[in-house]
């Protein structure tokens, strides 16, 4: 089981890769990754698939790979770089262990539900994940997504909501709100669960509940988590970390 040691140096090693490539995207990724983690480590099988829904948190994918030996140390010193397969969003193809290229956002959970229909299609037991942000919601094509979620009953699919309340011009109460999120679910199908998302206990214990609806669980996060001058600003959706800010975020992240 991953702790919070585990979580500290995941978060560093996150911190690292950005700041040596000299790319932002900071916020979301330290807002997912906890749970990213966890689905990785402790609920993820071999031939589960997991969906990247909010593709600009590739760093956090790409540090959960390397957490479970998946991607190298090179593999993440190249990230960013000329002819690298570790781009900005996850890659079109090259990395086994993602299926799709995304960050053109609210598509991701529309190829999980395709993923997790075409499972059952061909009897095959496994299980689906998608991270989706809170944002993506006020896309059409991520409703259209839950109405054939819900109609074909998917539960051997769970979508995990980033719900760190900023996107890239601001927060999502203003930019067009869907708050609360939970109530407009409530209509559809499906079992609904909201946990703090930097809660390994309460995120653990919503992964293992069992149902017979497709899952979906409002991770209640922060963006910028664990970095004092990151959380909750909206900067940091796009600004990169110079080296005092690196020193600073490390040694807050030391503390945690």
């Not at 040596?20 to 906890?34: A, F, K, P, Q, R």
């Not at 997790?116 to 809170?134: E, F, I, P, V």
């Not at 890239?168 to 669960?193: C, R, V, Y």
Request: proline share 3%; glycine share 8%.
């Amino acid at each position: 089981m991953i702790d919070q040691t585990f979580l500290k140096r995941a978060r560093q090693r996150l911190l690292k890769m950005h700041f040596e490539s000299g790319v932002g995207h900071i916020g979301g990724n330290l807002s997912s990754l906890d749970a990213m983690l966890l689905v990785f480590h402790e609920f993820k099988q071999l031939e589960d698939e997991f969906i990247l829904s909010k593709g600009h948190s590739a760093g956090a994918l790409y540090i959960s790979l390397w957490s479970k030996g998946l991607l190298s140390e090179s593999d993440l010193q190249s990230f960013h770089r000329d002819e690298t397969l570790l781009g900005g969003h996850p890659p079109v193809s090259g990395i086994p262990s993602i299926p799709f290229a995304t960050g053109s956002l609210g598509h991701g959970l529309s190829l999980a539900a395709g993923t997790a229909l075409a499972k059952r299609l061909k009897n095959n037991t496994t299980h689906t994940y998608c991270l989706t942000s809170d944002g993506e919601f006020q896309e059409g094509s991520t409703w259209e997504a839950i109405i054939f979620i819900a109609h074909h009953c998917l539960d051997n699919l769970t979508v995990l909501i980033d719900q760190n309340g900023l996107q890239g011009f601001g927060n999502t109460h203003e930019i067009a709100s869907m708050s609360p999120l939970q109530e407009k679910l409530k209509g559809f199908d499906i079992e609904m669960l909201i946990v703090p998302g930097h809660d390994l206990n309460c995120i653990r214990d919503a992964l293992q509940k069992k149902c017979s609806r497709p899952k979906f669980i409002i991770l209640e996060t922060v963006k910028g988590h664990g970095v004092s001058f990151m959380e909750n600003k909206m900067e940091w959706h796009y600004l990169p970390l110079n080296e005092m800010q690196y020193q600073k975020a490390l040694s807050e992240l030391e503390c945690v």
